[in-house]
């Protein structure tokens, strides 16, 4: 009688498995997820400083906004451009009353890339940038 139950329970728990790398799989090979953009930015200026307001990232047709940054504050996201879409991350943002814009290089359709973005107390972005899967700097 034990040997039933331990294989019922036996074929349950490979069916979970099954179903979970099933599920796992048909996840990550959905349009667009190999393609995304991950960002973070970060705002290099002493504290007290006036913080960046209106900020908006985008890339491909994917546009997000990213509200307002601190002097000191980071903060990340991710934008799901379409598999086809013309790519260059575009960044948006006010500083001081001055509206400022940072562009990366075109990049092929299809290509996930993070970029890690210092905006410094001038409003100048340093970025570093690569093609996923990669290590963060």
């Not at 190999?34 to 400083?49: L, M, N, Y």
């Not at 009353?97 to 075109?106: A, D, Q, V």
């Not at 092929?108 to 107390?121: D, S």
């Amino acid at each position: 009688m034990k040997s039933k139950v331990q294989r019922r329970a036996l074929v349950v728990a490979l069916a979970a498995v099954l179903v979970g790398a099933a599920a796992t799989a048909l996840w990550s090979g959905l349009p667009g997820r190999a393609s995304d953009t991950r960002v973070w930015i970060r705002f290099d200026a002493p504290p007290g400083s006036r913080p960046l307001m209106a900020i908006s990232i985008m890339d491909g047709d994917d546009k997000l906004p990213l509200g307002d940054l601190s002097a000191g504050e980071e903060k990340s996201l991710q934008l799901s451009p379409s598999p086809d879409a013309q790519r260059q991350l575009t960044v948006i943002y006010n500083r001081d009353g001055e509206r400022l814009s940072w562009h990366s290089g075109p990049k092929p359709a299809g290509i996930g890339t993070e970029y890690w973005l210092t905006v410094t107390a001038d409003g100048r972005v340093a970025a570093r940038e690569c093609q996923r899967p990669c290590a963060p700097p």
